[in-house]
């Protein structure tokens, strides 16, 4: 499913128009993401969680040159499903 | 910066915030979104949102894996999970602090340490000095203690020089600090040969005064590098004495090629080039990046002094000064009038310097008689070993046979044993035999005398349960047994009522050790098996831990020499096996 389809999914749902639900997206979108660089991690009940982690520096080989390179630590953003998702997935199959 | 967990309450906050929308609006989109993505993702659907990043469910395998309480293996059964991954743009945005590092190649011996710095490190060229400096230092520490004292004793004899010099030359008005003296016998004896001699002329025209004042200029420029100056002493008839005798002394211990004998001159001459040579490899090795290398190429030459004022040299610090050293002794020495006390100088840094060097001679001997003394003691003691080996093998070779004959002897011993309880016993039926005949009229001679085993077989274990039955069952049995003939003995049941002795079985026993142990053969184990049959099942498989009854047999039946007990032994064992 791509963005527009969920918006219009969304729009469809709440009655609004799609544009109205594009504002509100970047809107949600903009404070997610200003709450998240601020190391703030946001949870979402029955879904799941978003987590700001630093990954630490590491040194990586190149399979084939056998170079070794030094990779430097890094913040990356985690998402971690709630056990009531994982259930809901689990349970169709 | 703080670390809050946000819930979506707070997220529609910031969101009223911002502006434009509704506490209940911002509630019921965010609701209405995350079912959206539910709904996709359970249907197996990826979603990807713009400007964040894309939703996916993810396939698990099953794994093997271990019960956490238990301990048991496990298989985890598969699984999906809802995996999301932010677009380029949120990484970038998310990853701002850390947004100017790049990874760097590696050299290949490089180690990186596990400091968290922000930072990437270039360390592996810093850490490689690091180890090699260690080394160097080890060994410049070694040097420097040698190099201090020899320090010492320079500025013993730059002390004793400048108080012969305040005596001597009256021109110089500049203040010049004298070093403390110290203990040196040689130094304070001059001294005091300097005192005595003032006053002398002849001496004094040994030194040329222009000389002197030159040499005072140069100590003007030197007076902060303090004592380090070798100043030339005013040379007295005494002195020389005594510097003859310290030269003497030198000789004595001297080891070098140097060696000469004879006069003082000689010496001086010889001494005179090696100290021009120090020179030259100290202005040299100051150019050079200083190594232990140098002083073992060095150590190779046969003069002392090389050694130790590479060793010197080694510490910058030092060499400086040693140059400045030399470099005022230099014009001293290729004039013959002042090779004197250059002369007196170089004894005593000869001296010393062979004080350090014999040092490390001894320490070089030292390790040399280590080697060796360890490269003997290894060898002795691998001879030794193999003598012991050898030994120990001739001896058992050479004890087998013995050892063989000791175990035979003690088969035989039980054997002869048995064979006379069995005769005795045996001349006991006899004799109740002879009563009874004696009684009847039955043919004793029929009786075969020697031949009693026969009967025992039927008798009783105790004397005195033979008695009253006997009568009957000999009357009987005797003609039997009259004829008893080997092939009797075969087919006759076996009564086994008599039990030579009692074992129990434990692991590793079995009927056939037992049978060879008290008949002489492995064959006879049947005899012992049919003794114990209402124990023994299988003869395959003896339980342990029971006990089992040795018989007496007819020691026909358990001739281990004739063939045909064997065979019939065979027989049986082949009837039991099957």
């Known amino acids: 499913m791509n963005n527009k389809e969920l918006l219009t999914s969304i729009a469809a749902k709440m009655n609004i128009s799609k544009e109205r639900a594009n504002e509100l997206m970047t809107n949600f979108l903009d404070c997610c993401v200003s709450s998240l660089k601020e190391d703030n991690s946001i949870g979402f009940q029955s879904f799941g969680a978003f987590e700001v982690v630093k990954r630490e520096e590491r040194i990586s080989v190149h399979p084939q040159t056998k170079e070794r390179s030094l990779v430097p630590p890094k913040l990356v953003l985690s998402f971690k499903q709630s056990t009531i998702l994982k259930e809901k997935i689990n349970a169709k199959f | ?578």
């Open chain 2, 1 to 578: 910066m703080s670390k809050d967990k946000l819930s979506i309450s707070e997220i529609i906050d910031m969101m009223i915030k911002k502006g434009n929308t509704g506490k209940r609006e911002a509630e019921e989109f965010i609701k209405n979104l995350l079912a959206t993505i539910e709904e996709a993702l359970l249907s197996g659907e990826n979603v990807k949102v713009k400007g964040f990043g894309t939703f996916k469910s993810q396939w698990n395998e099953a794994r093997r894996s271990v019960d956490v309480n238990t301990g048991n293996d496990i298989i985890i059964p598969g699984f999906y999970r809802v995996v999301f991954q932010p677009d380029s743009d949120l990484r970038e945005v998310i990853n701002e602090p850390f947004a100017h590092l790049q990874t760097i190649l590696l050299a290949d011996d490089s180690v990186v340490s596990d400091e968290k710095n922000n930072v990437p490190d270039i360390l592996s060229p810093a850490k490689d000095m690091d180890q090699s400096n260690e080394k160097a230092d080890a060994g410049l520490s070694f040097f420097s203690a040698q190099a201090a004292e020899i320090k010492d004793i320079l500025l013993d004899i730059n002390a004793l020089n400048k108080k012969s010099k305040n005596n001597t030359i009256v021109q110089e008005d500049e203040p010049i600090e004298i070093a403390e003296n110290n203990n040196d016998n040689i130094t304070h004896r001059l001294n005091t040969e300097n005192q005595h001699n003032v006053g002398d002329t002849n001496n004094d025209s040994i030194i040329d005064p222009d000389d002197s004042i030159t040499y005072l200029d140069d100590e003007e420029d030197n007076v902060d590098s303090t004592n380090q100056i070798i100043t030339p002493i005013t040379d007295q008839s005494q002195e020389f004495d005594i510097v003859r005798d310290v030269s003497l002394l030198y000789y004595e211990q001297d080891t070098s090629e140097n060696k000469e004998t004879g006069s003082v001159a000689d010496e001086a001459h010889a001494i005179q080039p090696v100290i021009n040579e120090e020179e030259e490899k100290i202005s040299s090795i100051e150019d050079e990046d200083l190594s232990l290398v140098i002083s073992k190429e060095q150590a190779e030459e046969t003069s002392d002094e090389k050694e130790v004022v590479t060793m010197l040299s080694t510490d910058n610090d030092e060499a400086e000064a040693m140059n400045t050293d030399e470099a005022t002794m230099s014009p001293e020495t290729p004039e013959e009038p002042l090779f004197e006390p250059v002369h007196v100088t170089a004894i005593e840094n000869n001296l010393n310097k062979e004080q350090t060097t014999d040092e490390l001679k001894s320490v070089k001997i030292e390790d040399e008689n280590d080697d060796k003394k360890e490269k003997k003691s290894k060898v002795p003691l691998f001879l030794l070993a193999l003598s012991l080996l050898v030994a120990s093998g001739v001896t058992a070779y050479f004890l087998t046979p013995y050892l063989n004959q000791i175990r035979k002897e003690k088969k035989n011993q039980k054997r002869l044993e048995y064979i006379a309880d069995s005769l005795s016993t045996a001349k006991k039926v006899q004799q109740i035999l002879d009563s009874i005949s004696n009684l009847n009229t039955i043919n004793t001679d029929t009786l075969p005398a020697a031949d009693t085993t026969v009967v025992l077989d039927t008798l009783p274990s105790s004397l005195s349960e033979v008695k009253p039955t006997k009568p009957s069952t000999v009357q009987r049995e005797e003609p039997q047994k009259n004829n008893a003939s080997a092939e009797d003995i075969y087919s006759k049941p076996r009564k086994y009522t008599e039990t030579l002795a009692v074992e129990r079985m434990v692991a590793g026993s079995q009927l056939t050790k037992f049978a060879r142990r008290y008949y002489g053969h492995s064959y006879f184990w049947v005899y012992i098996y049919e003794a114990n049959k209402s124990k023994i099942k299988n003869p395959n498989n003896v339980p342990t831990g029971i006990e089992i009854k040795i018989p007496k047999l007819d020691s026909r039946l358990v001739d281990a020499n004739s063939q045909e007990s064997l065979n019939y032994a065979l027989k049986l064992q082949s009837k039991y096996l099957k």
